[in-house]
């Protein structure tokens, strides 16, 4: 059983950035592949990036790739999302989750197996 808790949302101005990070339980961490998703108001959960085990390999949506960066530290059971030049389609209910790494990186929530409860990014034009 793996535990997530996401924290550092809030609400930033177009232009500015946030850093999320999603906190682990457990010591199994470093078996994961971590992924971030988001939610907005009446749209469906949409991948936004990803990161392996290793944190060697990362892949990211389009719409937040050259912007978003994610990168873990195993050492410390943590997962980043490092959120520049934010836009106002970035608001959103932001999620991480855990895949156990037993194939590739991937894009499709269903894959993966732990949630953390979400934290509210709102980014004001």
């Known amino acids: 059983q793996v535990q997530l808790v996401e924290s550092g949302g809030g609400l930033v101005q177009a232009g500015g950035s946030l850093r999320l990070s999603c906190a682990a339980s457990g010591r199994t961490f470093g078996l994961y592949h971590m992924g971030w998703f988001r939610q907005a108001p009446g749209k469906e959960r949409e991948f936004v990036a990803v990161?392996?085990?290793?944190?060697?390999?990362?892949y990211y949506a389009d719409s937040v790739k050259g912007r978003f960066t994610i990168s873990r530290d195993n050492a410390k059971s943590t997962a980043y999302l490092q959120m520049n030049s934010l836009k106002p389609e970035d608001t959103a209910v932001y999620y991480c989750?855990?895949?156990?790494?037993?194939?590739?990186?991937?894009?499709?929530?269903?894959?993966?197996?732990?949630w953390g409860q979400g934290v509210q990014v709102t980014v004001s034009s």
């Open positions: 990161i392996s085990w290793s944190g060697g390999n990362t």
């Open positions: 989750a855990a895949d156990r790494a037993l194939g590739g990186v991937s894009n499709l929530a269903n894959l993966y197996d732990y």
